[in-house]
Protein backbone atom coordinates (compact mmCIF):
# COMPACT_ATOMS: atom_id res chain seq x y z
CA UNK A 1 0.00 0.00 0.00
CA UNK A 2 1.29 3.60 -0.87
CA UNK A 3 0.49 6.31 1.44
CA UNK A 4 -2.13 9.26 0.57
CA UNK A 5 0.90 12.11 0.62
CA UNK A 6 -1.24 15.16 3.10
CA UNK A 7 -0.12 18.49 1.14
CA UNK A 8 0.41 20.71 3.90
CA UNK A 9 1.85 22.84 1.38
CA UNK A 10 -1.84 23.10 -0.65
CA UNK A 11 -2.83 23.23 2.52
CA UNK A 12 -2.01 26.38 4.50
CA UNK A 13 -2.36 28.38 0.78
CA UNK A 14 -6.12 27.57 2.06
CA UNK A 15 -5.76 28.62 4.85
CA UNK A 16 -4.24 31.70 3.89
CA UNK A 17 -6.50 32.29 1.06
CA UNK A 18 -8.91 32.59 3.99
CA UNK A 19 -7.13 34.42 6.48
CA UNK A 20 -6.66 36.93 3.56
CA UNK A 21 -9.79 37.01 2.98
CA UNK A 22 -10.79 37.78 7.17
CA UNK A 23 -8.31 40.77 7.00
CA UNK A 24 -10.01 42.53 3.91
CA UNK A 25 -13.54 42.23 5.53
CA UNK A 26 -11.71 43.73 9.02
CA UNK A 27 -10.60 46.58 6.49
CA UNK A 28 -13.60 47.15 4.77
CA UNK A 29 -16.47 46.43 7.70
CA UNK A 30 -14.60 47.89 10.56
CA UNK A 31 -11.45 49.75 9.75
CA UNK A 32 -9.10 47.65 11.32
CA UNK A 33 -6.07 45.89 10.03
CA UNK A 34 -4.48 42.82 12.19
CA UNK A 35 -0.99 43.90 13.11
CA UNK A 36 1.40 41.23 13.81
CA UNK A 37 4.91 42.39 15.55
CA UNK A 38 7.75 39.62 15.25
CA UNK A 39 10.73 40.62 17.36
CA UNK A 40 14.00 38.89 17.12
CA UNK A 41 17.16 39.46 18.86
CA UNK A 42 20.57 38.30 17.49
CA UNK A 43 21.82 36.29 14.55
CA UNK A 44 20.23 33.12 14.12
CA UNK A 45 20.60 32.60 10.34
CA UNK A 46 17.18 29.63 10.86
CA UNK A 47 15.69 32.26 12.90
CA UNK A 48 16.49 35.15 10.59
CA UNK A 49 14.28 32.54 7.99
CA UNK A 50 11.70 32.35 9.86
CA UNK A 51 11.31 35.84 10.81
CA UNK A 52 11.96 37.13 7.14
CA UNK A 53 8.82 34.07 6.06
CA UNK A 54 6.72 35.06 8.69
CA UNK A 55 6.85 38.70 8.18
CA UNK A 56 6.50 38.38 4.46
CA UNK A 57 3.16 35.82 4.47
CA UNK A 58 1.66 38.58 6.95
CA UNK A 59 2.17 41.29 4.45
CA UNK A 60 1.11 38.97 2.05
CA UNK A 61 -2.30 38.17 3.72
CA UNK A 62 -2.90 41.86 4.07
CA UNK A 63 -1.63 42.50 8.05
CA UNK A 64 0.61 45.00 8.98
CA UNK A 65 4.08 43.44 10.22
CA UNK A 66 6.19 44.90 12.80
CA UNK A 67 9.80 43.64 12.55
CA UNK A 68 11.92 44.54 15.47
CA UNK A 69 15.34 42.80 15.27
CA UNK A 70 17.41 43.65 18.47
CA UNK A 71 21.22 42.62 18.66
CA UNK A 72 22.32 39.68 20.63
CA UNK A 73 23.44 41.62 23.27
CA UNK A 74 20.38 42.99 24.19
CA UNK A 75 19.34 42.92 27.86
CA UNK A 76 16.24 41.30 29.40
CA UNK A 77 15.00 45.29 30.51
CA UNK A 78 15.32 46.30 27.02
CA UNK A 79 13.59 43.44 25.95
CA UNK A 80 10.79 43.32 27.85
CA UNK A 81 10.63 47.62 27.53
CA UNK A 82 10.13 46.80 23.75
CA UNK A 83 7.26 43.88 24.80
CA UNK A 84 5.90 46.63 27.28
CA UNK A 85 5.58 49.18 24.17
CA UNK A 86 4.01 46.22 22.26
CA UNK A 87 1.44 45.25 24.57
CA UNK A 88 0.48 48.65 24.52
CA UNK A 89 0.48 49.48 21.29
CA UNK A 90 -3.76 49.23 20.23
CA UNK A 91 -2.47 48.68 16.41
CA UNK A 92 -0.17 45.23 17.64
CA UNK A 93 -2.78 42.42 17.84
CA UNK A 94 -0.29 39.43 17.94
CA UNK A 95 3.32 39.32 18.99
CA UNK A 96 5.92 36.59 18.89
CA UNK A 97 9.24 36.66 20.34
CA UNK A 98 11.39 34.06 17.98
CA UNK A 99 12.84 31.18 20.11
CA UNK A 100 15.97 30.61 21.06
CA UNK A 101 16.78 33.77 22.67
CA UNK A 102 20.58 34.19 23.23
CA UNK A 103 21.49 32.29 26.92
CA UNK A 104 21.53 35.50 28.86
CA UNK A 105 17.80 36.06 28.41
CA UNK A 106 15.34 34.11 30.43
CA UNK A 107 12.95 32.59 28.11
CA UNK A 108 10.01 32.09 30.15
CA UNK A 109 10.51 35.53 31.87
CA UNK A 110 9.98 37.33 28.53
CA UNK A 111 7.14 34.82 26.69
CA UNK A 112 5.31 35.56 30.03
CA UNK A 113 5.63 39.10 29.31
CA UNK A 114 3.76 39.21 26.74
CA UNK A 115 0.03 40.17 26.82
CA UNK A 116 -1.76 36.57 26.76
CA UNK A 117 -4.31 38.23 24.28
CA UNK A 118 -1.87 39.01 21.83
CA UNK A 119 0.49 35.78 22.52
CA UNK A 120 -0.11 34.81 18.92
CA UNK A 121 2.54 31.68 19.85
CA UNK A 122 0.18 29.78 22.42
CA UNK A 123 3.38 29.68 24.35
CA UNK A 124 2.53 32.27 27.61
CA UNK A 125 1.46 30.20 30.66
CA UNK A 126 -2.33 31.59 30.72
CA UNK A 127 -2.25 29.78 27.16
CA UNK A 128 -1.23 26.65 28.49
CA UNK A 129 -2.81 26.71 31.23
CA UNK A 130 -6.17 27.59 29.11
CA UNK A 131 -5.55 24.96 26.71
CA UNK A 132 -5.11 22.60 29.52
CA UNK A 133 -7.97 23.03 31.05
CA UNK A 134 -10.03 23.12 27.67
CA UNK A 135 -11.22 26.76 27.52
CA UNK A 136 -10.35 29.61 24.71
CA UNK A 137 -6.65 30.35 24.08
CA UNK A 138 -4.31 31.10 21.69
CA UNK A 139 -3.04 27.47 20.44
CA UNK A 140 0.35 27.08 19.26
CA UNK A 141 0.68 27.16 15.60
CA UNK A 142 2.55 23.86 15.00
CA UNK A 143 0.31 21.59 17.19
CA UNK A 144 -2.79 23.81 15.76
CA UNK A 145 -1.56 23.08 12.17
CA UNK A 146 -1.21 19.17 13.05
CA UNK A 147 -4.81 18.78 14.38
CA UNK A 148 -6.12 20.99 11.52
CA UNK A 149 -4.30 18.45 8.53
CA UNK A 150 -5.45 15.30 10.97
CA UNK A 151 -9.33 16.53 11.19
CA UNK A 152 -8.85 17.36 7.78
CA UNK A 153 -8.34 13.99 6.80
CA UNK A 154 -10.04 12.02 8.77
CA UNK A 155 -13.20 13.85 9.76
CA UNK A 156 -13.76 13.13 13.72
CA UNK A 157 -10.73 11.85 15.79
CA UNK A 158 -12.04 10.18 18.42
CA UNK A 159 -11.45 6.81 20.16
CA UNK A 160 -8.16 7.13 17.74
CA UNK A 161 -4.74 6.06 19.79
CA UNK A 162 -2.44 8.83 19.46
CA UNK A 163 1.15 8.56 19.55
CA UNK A 164 3.37 11.93 20.49
CA UNK A 165 6.84 11.16 20.24
CA UNK A 166 8.45 14.29 21.96
CA UNK A 167 7.17 16.15 24.92
CA UNK A 168 8.55 19.86 24.85
CA UNK A 169 6.43 22.57 25.48
CA UNK A 170 6.51 24.13 22.35
CA UNK A 171 5.12 20.91 19.96
CA UNK A 172 4.70 17.83 22.17
CA UNK A 173 2.22 18.96 24.89
CA UNK A 174 0.29 21.29 23.46
CA UNK A 175 0.20 18.62 20.58
CA UNK A 176 -1.00 16.03 23.38
CA UNK A 177 -3.45 18.45 24.93
CA UNK A 178 -5.24 19.24 21.20
CA UNK A 179 -5.23 15.27 20.45
CA UNK A 180 -7.05 14.68 23.81
CA UNK A 181 -9.23 17.52 23.35
CA UNK A 182 -10.35 15.53 20.13
CA UNK A 183 -10.88 12.48 22.17
CA UNK A 184 -8.06 10.62 21.00
CA UNK A 185 -6.36 8.19 23.70
CA UNK A 186 -2.89 10.38 24.01
CA UNK A 187 0.48 8.64 24.81
CA UNK A 188 3.23 11.09 25.21
CA UNK A 189 6.71 9.13 24.49
CA UNK A 190 9.91 10.75 25.26
CA UNK A 191 13.81 9.78 25.40
CA UNK A 192 13.20 7.26 28.38
CA UNK A 193 9.96 5.78 26.87
CA UNK A 194 10.34 1.97 27.58
CA UNK A 195 10.43 0.06 23.99
CA UNK A 196 9.36 2.70 21.99
CA UNK A 197 8.76 0.84 18.64
CA UNK A 198 6.29 -1.44 20.63
CA UNK A 199 4.57 2.05 21.86
CA UNK A 200 4.67 3.56 17.93
CA UNK A 201 3.41 0.34 16.66
CA UNK A 202 0.23 0.85 18.33
CA UNK A 203 -1.02 4.26 16.80
CA UNK A 204 -3.43 5.08 14.72
CA UNK A 205 -1.92 8.53 14.96
CA UNK A 206 1.71 8.80 15.40
CA UNK A 207 3.19 12.77 15.44
CA UNK A 208 6.99 12.79 15.45
CA UNK A 209 8.40 15.68 17.01
CA UNK A 210 11.86 14.71 18.29
CA UNK A 211 14.63 16.20 15.84
CA UNK A 212 16.49 13.67 14.81
CA UNK A 213 16.64 12.45 11.43
CA UNK A 214 14.66 9.53 10.16
CA UNK A 215 14.37 8.28 13.61
CA UNK A 216 11.11 6.55 13.28
CA UNK A 217 11.80 3.30 10.43
CA UNK A 218 8.62 2.44 8.60
CA UNK A 219 8.75 -0.85 10.66
CA UNK A 220 7.35 1.12 13.55
CA UNK A 221 4.43 2.61 11.87
CA UNK A 222 1.03 0.05 11.98
CA UNK A 223 -0.38 -0.57 8.78
CA UNK A 224 -2.66 2.60 7.70
CA UNK A 225 -1.38 4.68 10.62
CA UNK A 226 -1.78 8.85 9.98
CA UNK A 227 1.79 9.91 10.36
CA UNK A 228 2.49 13.29 10.82
CA UNK A 229 6.11 14.38 10.62
CA UNK A 230 6.99 16.99 12.58
CA UNK A 231 10.91 17.51 12.75
CA UNK A 232 13.05 19.65 10.04
CA UNK A 233 16.60 18.16 10.36
CA UNK A 234 19.25 19.48 7.61
CA UNK A 235 21.83 16.47 7.10
CA UNK A 236 24.44 16.08 4.17
CA UNK A 237 23.14 15.31 0.82
CA UNK A 238 26.50 14.20 -1.10
CA UNK A 239 24.30 12.66 -3.57
CA UNK A 240 23.28 16.40 -4.33
CA UNK A 241 26.78 17.16 -5.06
CA UNK A 242 29.61 18.29 -2.78
CA UNK A 243 28.63 20.56 0.63
CA UNK A 244 25.17 20.13 -0.41
CA UNK A 245 22.31 19.27 1.98
CA UNK A 246 18.55 18.46 2.55
CA UNK A 247 15.96 18.61 4.96
CA UNK A 248 14.52 15.47 6.17
CA UNK A 249 12.00 15.07 8.83
CA UNK A 250 11.95 12.38 12.34
CA UNK A 251 10.39 9.82 10.56
CA UNK A 252 11.88 7.62 7.45
CA UNK A 253 9.50 8.76 5.08
CA UNK A 254 9.95 6.44 2.36
CA UNK A 255 9.54 2.98 4.07
CA UNK A 256 7.23 4.57 5.89
CA UNK A 257 4.61 5.63 3.33
CA UNK A 258 4.86 2.35 2.27
CA UNK A 259 2.89 1.18 5.23
CA UNK A 260 0.72 4.41 6.65
CA UNK A 261 -2.08 5.30 5.40
CA UNK A 262 -1.60 8.82 5.15
CA UNK A 263 1.65 10.69 5.74
CA UNK A 264 2.52 14.54 5.65
CA UNK A 265 6.36 14.72 3.38
CA UNK A 266 9.51 17.24 4.83
CA UNK A 267 9.76 19.60 3.69
CA UNK A 268 5.62 20.71 2.49
CA UNK A 269 3.90 19.38 5.34
CA UNK A 270 3.71 20.81 9.11
CA UNK A 271 5.93 23.75 8.17
CA UNK A 272 4.22 25.93 6.23
CA UNK A 273 0.98 25.09 8.00
CA UNK A 274 3.01 26.51 11.40
CA UNK A 275 2.91 29.67 9.30
CA UNK A 276 -0.26 29.92 8.21
CA UNK A 277 -2.14 29.17 11.51
CA UNK A 278 0.44 32.13 13.16
CA UNK A 279 -1.53 34.27 10.49
CA UNK A 280 -5.15 32.90 11.51
CA UNK A 281 -3.93 33.29 15.44
CA UNK A 282 -3.01 36.72 14.55
CA UNK A 283 -6.35 37.72 12.97
CA UNK A 284 -8.33 35.45 15.98
CA UNK A 285 -6.67 38.11 18.68
CA UNK A 286 -7.53 41.03 16.26
CA UNK A 287 -11.24 40.30 16.38
CA UNK A 288 -11.17 39.19 20.14
CA UNK A 289 -9.16 43.09 20.91
CA UNK A 290 -12.00 44.18 18.79
CA UNK A 291 -15.06 42.50 20.27
CA UNK A 292 -15.72 40.93 17.11
CA UNK A 293 -16.70 37.24 16.08
CA UNK A 294 -13.82 35.16 15.63
CA UNK A 295 -13.44 33.09 12.12
CA UNK A 296 -14.48 29.81 12.94
P1 LIG B 1 12.92 19.55 21.60
O1 LIG B 1 14.37 19.26 21.43
O2 LIG B 1 12.49 20.63 22.50
O3 LIG B 1 12.21 18.20 22.08
C1 LIG B 1 12.52 16.97 21.53
C2 LIG B 1 11.78 15.88 22.23
O4 LIG B 1 12.15 14.65 21.64
C3 LIG B 1 12.08 15.77 23.72
O5 LIG B 1 10.89 15.64 24.44
C4 LIG B 1 12.94 14.52 23.82
O6 LIG B 1 12.73 13.76 24.98
C5 LIG B 1 12.43 13.71 22.64
N1 LIG B 1 13.46 12.76 22.21
C6 LIG B 1 14.78 13.03 21.94
N2 LIG B 1 15.42 11.90 21.60
C7 LIG B 1 14.50 10.91 21.64
C8 LIG B 1 14.54 9.54 21.40
N3 LIG B 1 15.67 8.93 21.04
N4 LIG B 1 13.42 8.82 21.54
C9 LIG B 1 12.28 9.43 21.92
N5 LIG B 1 12.15 10.73 22.15
C10 LIG B 1 13.26 11.47 22.03
O7 LIG B 1 12.36 19.74 20.13
P2 LIG B 1 11.06 20.52 19.57
O8 LIG B 1 9.82 19.92 20.12
O9 LIG B 1 11.27 21.97 19.69
O10 LIG B 1 11.17 20.16 18.03
C11 LIG B 1 11.13 18.85 17.55
C12 LIG B 1 11.39 18.83 16.07
O11 LIG B 1 10.36 19.57 15.42
C13 LIG B 1 12.68 19.52 15.62
O12 LIG B 1 13.17 18.84 14.47
C14 LIG B 1 12.25 20.90 15.22
O13 LIG B 1 13.09 21.47 14.24
C15 LIG B 1 10.91 20.60 14.63
N6 LIG B 1 9.97 21.73 14.67
C16 LIG B 1 9.30 21.98 13.52
C17 LIG B 1 8.39 23.00 13.46
C18 LIG B 1 7.64 23.21 12.20
O14 LIG B 1 7.14 24.28 11.98
N7 LIG B 1 7.52 22.20 11.35
C19 LIG B 1 8.15 23.88 14.62
C20 LIG B 1 8.84 23.48 15.82
C21 LIG B 1 9.74 22.43 15.81
P3 LIG B 1 13.18 14.25 26.45
O15 LIG B 1 12.17 15.29 26.85
O16 LIG B 1 13.12 13.03 27.27
O17 LIG B 1 14.56 14.83 26.29
Redesign the pocket.
Known amino acids: MTATIIDGKAFAAKVREQVAGHVSRLKEEHGITPGLAVVLVGEDPASQVYVRSKGKQAVEVGMNSYEHKLDAETSEADLLALIDQLNNDPAVHGILVQLPLPAHLDSDLVINAIDPAKDVDGFHISNVGLLGTGQKSMVPC ?1 PLGCLMMLRDHHGSLSGMNAVV ?4 N ?3 KPMAQLLLGDSCTVTI ?5 KD ?1 PEVVRRADIVVA ?4 PE ?1 VPGDWIKEGATVID ?4 RIDAPEKGEGKTRLVG ?1 VAFSDASKVAGAITPVPGG ?2 PM ?1 IACLLANTVTACCRANGLPEPT
Do not use: E, P, Q
Open positions: TVGRSIVGAHSRTLAVGRMVGINDVGT
